[in-house]
């Protein structure tokens, strides 16, 4: 798939094996969250076939990167100051993936 494929969505979902791991984790990400009254709706979770980000809300999955080369602390889920709106932070680039 070509990367632009893989950051807007339009490529296969993550395993179900994959996603049937995010509750457990995603609680676990909710718990440290800094505002507990506004928890994050996207975590970035990663195991040894790539990073792939997941919507609590919508519980949709999309891969962020296929491989091993980049971890889930590749990446990091900020918050718009005016939109308010989730956006994916890629540190190693400086990408930004809405």
Do not use: C, F
């Not at 609590?56 to 980049?70: A, D, F, M, P, R």
């Amino acid at each position: 798939a070509r990367e632009d494929d893989l950051l807007s969505g339009r490529s296969l979902s993550p395993p179900q094996s994959l996603r049937s791991d995010v509750s457990r984790v995603s609680r676990y990400e909710l718990a440290l969250a800094e505002e507990p009254e506004d928890p994050p709706e996207v975590v970035v979770l990663s195991d040894n076939r790539g990073v792939y980000a997941h919507h609590l809300g919508k519980g949709e999955s999309v891969w962020l990167h296929k491989g091993q080369k980049k971890k889930a602390n590749a990446y990091e889920v900020r918050r718009h100051s005016k939109s308010l709106r989730e956006y994916i932070y890629d540190k190693g680039t400086g990408d930004i993936l809405w």
